[in-house]
């Protein structure tokens, strides 16, 4: 990666172990501001304990990371999650309305959602105005999707991860989270760091590309690399041999 951008986050030799094993190694490296960033790799590679260090749900082991060029321990938990949002493939939600799950992350802050502010994060997303009071139950998976990404926006984050979230849904709705995710870095210039099992999402919506396995970054680049790796485990992994 250009080491002239700046970077959003960027760990130094970050490890991590939970319950005996050690889940990550060493981690090195960082993703730069504005831009897309995808994480693939198998299954137990580490991607999702990753983001949750950089969320602070967890603490490393040892190493150190960094946020917007300051230590993550000088960030109160608020504060972080601010900063660093996260969307999960299965977003927890409130029983109620469209709205009241809207509300929710400034609800916890002892703040309100403005009626015209939910609007205007409605209309980013792609949900209708006038969804504002449906249940959330009767929402599709899409749409589900496109809220919990909404509620995430609240706070404003500078650095959005995105965990899996297109795996469960249709191509359609696929593709329209795709485009909200690329309108949301374009027009905010909010980092976006994606994990995704889908190899073509990869190389199309990223502009660089992490690949790990079994706890370690193993190549890193432009997202084309994926095209054309030159590690021995990635060529397999792209192919679809373990890794």
Known sequence: MPVTETEAVRLENV???????????????????????????????????????????????SGNIYVQEKPIEVYNPVELRRKVGVALQSA??????????????????????????????LDLVGLKRDSIQQNIKDLSGGQRQKLSIARTLVNRPDVLLLDEITASLDRVSQQDIEELIIRIN??????????????????????????????????????????????????????????
């Open 92 to 121: 927890t939600m409130i029983n109620g309305s469209v709205f009241e799950n809207l509300s929710l992350p400034l609800k916890l802050q002892g703040k309100e959602l403005a009626q015209d502010e939910a609007l205007d994060l």
């Open 15 to 61: 490890s991590y172990s939970a319950d005996g094993q050690q889940i990550l190694k060493q981690v090195t490296g960082s993703f730069p501001e504005g831009r897309i960033t995808t994480l693939v790799g198998p299954s137990g590679a580490g991607k999702t304990s990753l983001f949750r260090l950089i969320n602070g749900l967890r603490a490393t082991t």
């Open 186 to 243: 374009q027009n905010y210039g909010t980092t976006i760091v994606w994990i995704t099992h889908n190899l073509q999402q990869a190389i199309s919506l990223g502009d660089y590309t992490w690949v790990m396995i079994e706890g370690e970054v193993v190549e890193t680049g432009d997202s084309s690399l994926l095209n054309n790796p030159s590690n021995e485990q990635v060529k397999r992994f792209v192919k679809g041999e373990n890794a």
